[in-house]
């Protein structure tokens, strides 16, 4: 099979899987909005930032480094496979172990340490929340590495959909926000249970044992270094600022903060399945000597995100009072200005999708590793500083200046590493942004007739329409490539 079918074949059942995700994951949100009060509501998802925080130390760079040997190795020495799997199993259970007892043990003291005694509950549970979600995450690189994006979604889906039905059925049953967090809990643990069925069957059980080779341990735990090093940046960037809003601000405040962060977390649903597609291409293509392959396929890729992103954020920045007053109720009003913010922030998250993770599977962890942890220390100093004088909005400002240089950096060392067209990215983006000065003027002189969610979806329907129409005029959207890579 061609290559281009190859990578559509993955993209559509990673699309499929991640749209699921963020679907359901979208109306956990609302429903839980609705059927939770505010302090619960954001007292459910302190607790969600805090055990974010504390995965770190379960999970570290293991999953991703094991998934960039096993990329590197299926090519030219495949029967190493099996040992690099098993080492990095080993090695991530291990931690998992180690991390939960902590965690069991140093439970009240973390509830005190954020300053939310009635988060004790949670962190106790939290214990098995860092475990399944580290083994999950282990289970979701590896398969990565493997290619096999199929198995990766199965259990993707699998992990939303209990998630979804169960966080419910327990809140419902009046288990309040404890009951939603043990149904995430209870996602996590079928997903990490189909991910390791998959690797093991697929992977392990009928392969020929050989010998390690001789220093392939000592790399993997090398490479697994400064992954950890961008992946523990990564999570003080995503779960930190959550914290610390709750520490100076409140519950109240996080629930309005968590608010604009779900919604972004939605709209980033296809560039997170393009981004995870792709990454291992990259460095599938360079080892078999293709390295202006793997720049085109960067390229499209960014182009395409950006062709959807800033499009989308100027879009959502018009329409985020009367989606957040329709959608979530009035009371949430107050996380109008903070999405107006993190929709900026949206177009910048969506450029590190589809160039990260693809960093590191071409051997560029350490360097970005780098560039995480000057940027996240940045992120940290400047919510200290905007959160106590801007309140909650600062915390979304905080998260923009950070990440869009981290953002920027890492196109930088992708531009670096392999032969990108420079001068097409730059007159593709001149186009976006001329479409998207167009649908904005139009959206605008509408968006006051949005007072229904009818007319807010007309509103939003508009735009798409005349987004599509100036992208196929300007030959930025291509019809009929759309439709054979979707279907």
Not at 198 to 224: A, C, D, M, T, W
Not at 419 to 444: D, E, F, G, H, W
Request: some cysteine.
């Amino acid at each position: 099979m061609a290559l281009p079918s190859i990578l559509g074949k993955r993209f559509r059942v990673e699309l499929l899987a991640t749209g699921i995700y963020s679907v359901l994951g979208a109306l956990l949100t609302i429903i839980l909005a609705r059927i939770l009060d505010p302090d619960g509501y954001g007292l459910l998802f302190l607790a969600l930032s805090v055990c974010g925080v504390l995965r770190i130390f379960a999970k570290l760079g293991i999953g991703k480094s094991t998934g960039k040997y096993i990329a590197t190795y299926k090519e030219k020495n495949p029967e190493q496979i099996p040992n690099i799997l098993k080492f990095g199993l080993v090695l991530n259970c291990s931690l998992i172990l180690l991390v939960s007892i902590m965690i069991y043990f140093f439970h009240d003291f973390i509830a005190q340490a954020v300053g939310e005694p009635d988060l004790s509950p949670f962190i106790l549970l939290g214990a098995l929340y860092v475990a399944f979600s580290a083994l999950n995450y282990y289970c979701r690189r590896t398969l990565q590495g493997f290619e096999s994006i199929k198995a990766s979604s199965i259990s993707k889906i699998v992990k939303s959909v209990v998630k979804f039905i169960l966080s419910i059925i327990l809140v419902l049953l009046g288990y309040g926000a404890i009951g939603a967090f043990m149904g995430h809990i209870l996602g996590l643990v079928a997903a990490s249970i189909i991910g390791i069925s998959f690797l093991y069957f697929q992977h392990y059980q009928n392969q020929i044992s050989v010998p390690i080779e001789p220093g392939l341990r000592k790399r993997i735990l090398e490479y697994s270094l400064p992954i950890t090093l961008t992946s523990t940046s990564a999570n003080i960037d995503r779960n930190l600022d959550t914290i610390l809003v709750g520490f100076f601000i409140g519950p109240m405040a996080v629930a309005f903060y968590t608010v604009g962060k779900q919604v972004i977390s939605f709209i980033e649903t296809p560039v997170s399945a393009l981004g995870f597609s792709l990454s291992p291409s990259y460095e599938s293509q360079r080892a078999q000597g293709n390295p202006d392959v793997a720049a085109k396929i960067y390229e499209e890729g960014m182009v395409h995100t950006l062709l959807l992103y800033i499009p989308a954020s100027a879009g959502l920045i018009i329409i985020s009072e009367p989606f957040v007053l329709l959608i979530f109720g009035e009371e949430y009003l107050g996380a109008v200005s903070v999405l107006q913010v993190l929709a900026v922030y949206a177009v910048f998250l969506a450029m590190v999708k589809i160039t990260g993770s693809g960093l590191d599977f071409l051997g560029k962890a350490k360097q970005r590793s780098i560039i995480r942890a000057i940027t996240t220390i940045l992120n940290v100093i400047l919510n200290l500083i905007l959160i106590p004088t801007l309140g909650v909005v600062g915390a979304a400002i905080a998260t923009l200046i950070s990440y869009s240089i981290y953002s920027l950096s890492n196109v930088y060392l992708m531009h670096a590493e392999l032969p990108i067209n420079s001068r097409y990215l730059l007159s593709s983006i001149s186009k976006i942004i001329l479409i998207t000065l167009v649908m904005a003027i139009s959206v605008y002189s509408v968006i006051s007739y949005a007072n229904s969610v009818p007319t807010l979806i007309s509103t939003i329907c508009l735009g798409i329409i005349i987004w599509a129409v100036l992208g196929y005029i300007v030959d930025l959207i291509d019809i009929k490539k759309i439709w054979s890579t979707l279907v």
